[in-house]
């Protein structure tokens, strides 16, 4: 049965351009998936703990040597790499904060990174690949090719490393110029936030429609 993970991670609420484009995607998988499943988690909403000198050495420790704190964190990241294992197909929010992922979104990828569970300690390689990592990215700016700040989105380029000893590839449709509608400054670019907000949408909308030869 087809397994839907769906992540969102802004801090925004229903204001959230992330988080209608996650909406939208997952509402398009529904139907193109009738008999699929969904397990939802909100990090803005519900944050995991940051990695911490408690905690985080679990990842360091046979789990027979944890001390409590690092078995608490060693079981929860057991449980987002089995949500992950479990999915045939992923979808993440991740808008750009501060030029960068909300620390959420790092947060849940450092937990990800597991030696045995994600990871395989004998070879380095990914133990996630083969499961679909849409990322629905929404930036307040424009930060295309040829902008006075191409370069300064530190998110989309990250991620792919990050995950990258996980296996996971993740591949991303973009929606910039997001502050358009309100900021003042930012007026004169209305038009071009809504074309790039409605080339995201069209290709979410064609993500899973079928192909007709």
Same mark, same amino acid.
């Given at each position: ?46 944050? *995991?703990?940051?990695? &911490?000198?408690?905690?985080?050495? +679990? =990842? ?6 944890? $001390? #409590? ?58 133990? *996630?690949?083969?499961? &679909?990592?849409?990322?629905?990215? +929404? =930036? ?6 040829? $902008? #006075? ?52 949408e069209r290709a979410i909308d064609a993500l899973w429609s079928p192909v007709i030869a």
């Amino acid at each position: 049965m087809p397994h839907l993970l769906h992540i969102d991670s802004s801090i925004q609420g229903e204001c959230s351009v992330s988080r209608k484009l996650t909406a939208r995607a997952a509402s398009a998988w529904r139907v193109a998936h009738p008999g699929g499943t969904v397990t939802y988690r909100d990090l803005g909403a519900e944050p *995991l703990p940051h990695l &911490d000198s408690e905690s985080g050495t +679990a =990842r360091m420790v046979p789990p027979e040597q944890h $001390t #409590p704190a690092q078995a608490a964190s060693w079981e929860l990241t057991k449980e987002l790499v089995e949500e992950v294992l479990a999915a045939d197909t992923i979808l993440l929010g991740l808008p750009l904060y501060n030029f960068g992922p909300p620390s959420t979104v790092k947060a849940w990828v450092d937990h990800l990174v597991a030696p045995g569970l994600s990871v395989d300690p004998a070879t380095m390689t990914g133990m *996630l690949g083969g499961r &679909d990592l849409l990322v629905l990215v +929404a =930036r307040g700016g424009g930060y295309a090719p040829g $902008t #006075p700040r191409e370069g300064w989105d530190h998110a989309e380029p990250w991620l792919p490393h990050a995950l990258s000893l996980t296996g996971l590839e993740p591949r991303f449709i973009t929606a910039e110029l997001t502050l358009a509608e309100v900021n003042p400054q930012m007026a004169e670019l209305k038009p071009l936030a809504a074309e790039s907000l409605a080339s995201a949408e069209r290709a979410i909308d064609a993500l899973w429609s079928p192909v007709i030869a």
